[in-house]
């Protein structure tokens, strides 16, 4: 049991190019999210699914893009880098259903540097 | 939206006391209250958690009160250990109605001094 899979671990993007974060669970959990942590900050929400074939806006999704074909993938693209989203990433997940347990299980993340 | 506050920013203690950090909230339809604690270079860690249907809840050493009327909660750890020193991250959501979406607290640096 894996958990929550992330790659790649540190990624450094010139200013324009784009890339594609990857994120994979293995605890059949319907609810995934993607969160941003700036040095000293909180996390913020990118963007969240809560199944396959939907996904929503969080707080902070300009210059992203995710989609969700299956339940165990959710990948996070950056189109047209920009030293802005330099950050670490992470993917999380959750059950989702009434009464389960609500906690994240978070992947170990994604260092981006964008030059 | 929602907004978490946080305190404090940093906290230093002496290994053996308590630590104490407190958050408020401004959504009152949140429900939904964990605390995280992350380490240097590290994914964040579920520690606790609390549903807005109690008032307190104890893991050994560490605790957490929830006043939904005044919309505040609060992390207690007792007997502090030098293993304890990490940022810790309190968070609110409305539950799985809402997306289970987190909304996080800026994080507390606690430092635990031998």
């Known amino acids: 049991n894996a958990g929550v899979t992330q790659t790649p671990k540190f990624r450094i993007l010139k200013i324009g190019q784009s890339m594609t974060l990857q994120c994979t669970q293995d605890m059949n959990h319907n609810y995934m999210y993607w969160y941003r942590q700036d040095p000293g900050m909180g996390l913020k929400l990118i963007y969240y699914s809560v199944g396959a074939g939907i996904t929503d806006k969080g707080e902070v999704p300009n210059g992203y893009n995710v989609s969700r074909s299956t339940t165990e993938d959710f990948p996070l693209r950056l189109e047209l880098a920009a030293p802005s989203q330099t950050s670490v990433y992470f993917c999380?997940?959750?059950?989702?259903?009434?009464?389960?347990?609500?906690?994240?299980?978070f992947g170990s993340g994604t260092r981006l540097t964008v030059v | 939206g929602e907004n978490v506050e946080q305190h404090p920013s940093t906290l230093s203690v002496q290994e053996g006391d308590s630590a104490v950090i407190k958050c408020t909230y401004s959504?009152?339809?949140?429900?939904?209250f964990p605390w995280y604690k992350q380490e240097l270079g590290k994914r964040p860690q579920l520690i606790i958690d609390?549903?807005?249907?109690?008032g307190e809840k104890k893991d050994q050493r560490i605790a957490v009160t929830l006043n939904k009327t005044a919309k505040h909660f609060s992390l207690h750890i007792t007997e502090t250990q030098p293993e304890d020193s990490a940022v810790y991250f309190c968070a609110a959501s409305k539950g799985p109605g809402g997306g289970n979406k987190l909304t996080f607290g800026t994080g507390t640096q606690l430092k635990v001094e031998l």
């Open positions: 609390i549903r807005s249907n109690v």
């Open positions: 999380a997940s959750s059950e989702g259903s009434f009464g389960a347990n609500y906690g994240y299980t």
């Open positions: 959504d009152s339809a949140s429900n939904y």
